[in-house]
């Protein structure tokens, strides 16, 4: 019987994709302690965001966002009736917008996690405000002594909680969150659901597959739309438990290991923290740039045989927003990240770069 359970447990293994329930959380103290007080919690990352421009719309009559990018992010304030617009970055080397003035705000991201330091070093013209995206690390030692004037960050993409976002700064008001209304909470116990179902799943049990994915798929897709919401009571509590930091170490000890492992591999490119403050960062993902688009989507697919289930960081379509340069677009096409974060450990991702590179030689 022992045998069988462990031989289901095995055939269930798979990488990437939604976060399960997480088995018992343990912090020693609320990882949320390290910010700035008057830290305020929300749903998503852009229930967080579309807050804060409702509470000071004088500090963002237009609100440039960077090229590559999450681009949810930016159509759901244009959604609010904000003027957006795009300045030139890669996620690596970045251009700060001109001709700003007052009124205007810029987000500055710690895209895929690969930025020790805030990559703006000169202050931004006066009357103009600086907001910082830490969602693909946002208990980084940049997130927490953060150097704009506001920050905020999906929590919900980082940590495994159905829900959450937060907003921070560290000298001006940011918005108070309202009661948790029903179509949210909704939202949150469809995502639980799946959440518990996938755990459930995991360790061998008799649950369909589908059924998880369709709780999972439904609630992603209500997030970030509609009125601006609250984060769940149980988000809000996981939040206070999870071991944040030791998460952060597992994810970069994952991190090194798969990269090691996977050593060179002709025409992949693996993406790694730059610069004088590397040491700092941890990326989010193993994100790995392909030549081509037609060598991406195979390797996808054919990562997804094995049940590696890579994820495109992010979609940019160059004509949703005005002035992405046409190379951000194709880069899009030309990338994958596995996630590396705590649910897996040292062997998860031996199997990961094994598979990884014996795929991408055969493609
Ligand atoms: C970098 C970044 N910022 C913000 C968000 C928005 O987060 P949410 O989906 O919780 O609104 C995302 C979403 O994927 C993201 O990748």
């Avoid at 912090?27 to 852009?46: E, I, V």
């Avoid at 000298?171 to 959440?195: F, I, K, N, Q, Y």
Wanted: proline share 9%; charged share 20%; with cysteine.
């Amino acid at each position: 019987m022992a045998t069988d359970d462990a031989a289901t447990r095995s055939s269930r293994w798979e990488l990437g994709s939604d976060f399960h329930y997480p088995g018992t959380p343990s912090a020693s103290s609320s990882p949320l302690d390290a910010f700035p007080k008057g830290m305020s919690l929300w749903h998503s990352g852009r229930d967080a965001l579309r807050a804060l421009v409702a509470l000071h719309p004088e500090k963002f009559r237009r609100v440039f966002f960077p090229s590559f990018y999450c681009q949810d992010v930016p159509l759901a304030l244009v959604a609010d009736g904000a003027e957006v617009l795009v300045y030139p970055d890669d996620g690596v080397a970045l251009e700060v917008p001109a001709g700003l003035r007052p009124g205007d705000a810029v987000i500055v991201s710690n895209t895929l996690g690969l930025r020790g330091a805030s990559p703006i070093i000169r202050p931004l013209p006066s009357g103009t405000t600086l907001v910082e995206d830490h969602t693909h690390d946002p208990f980084s030692p940049w997130a927490t002594r953060m150097e704009g004037d506001f920050a905020f960050a999906s929590l919900r993409k980082w940590l495994p909680i159905p829900d959450g976002g937060a907003v921070w700064s560290g000298r001006l008001p940011v918005p108070e969150p309202p009661l948790l209304d029903s179509s949210h909470a909704h939202t949150s116990l469809l995502r639980l659901s799946g959440m518990l179902l996938k755990s459930r799943y995991l360790a061998g049990e008799p649950v369909d597959k589908a059924t998880f994915r369709e709780l999972l798929v439904s609630a992603e897709h209500r997030i970030g739309r509609g009125d601006i919401g609250a984060i769940s009571p149980i988000a809000r509590d996981l939040l206070k438990l999870l071991p944040a930091a030791e998460y952060r170490l597992a994810r970069r000890a994952n991190f090194e290991h798969c990269r090691r492992t996977l050593g060179d591999v002709p025409e992949l490119q693996v993406l790694a923290p730059l610069g004088a403050e590397a040491s700092q960062a941890v990326p989010f993902a193993l994100t790995v740039l392909l030549p081509s688009k037609a060598k991406r989507d195979t390797l996808r697919a054919a990562l997804a045989a094995e049940s590696i289930y890579a994820a495109v960081l992010w979609p940019i379509d160059g004509a949703a927003l005005p002035g992405i340069p046409p190379e951000h677009a194709s880069r899009s096409e030309c990338i994958l990240s596995v996630h590396c974060d705590a649910r897996y450990g040292q062997d998860d991702m031996t199997r990961l770069a094994e598979t990884l590179s014996r795929l991408a030689r055969a493609s």
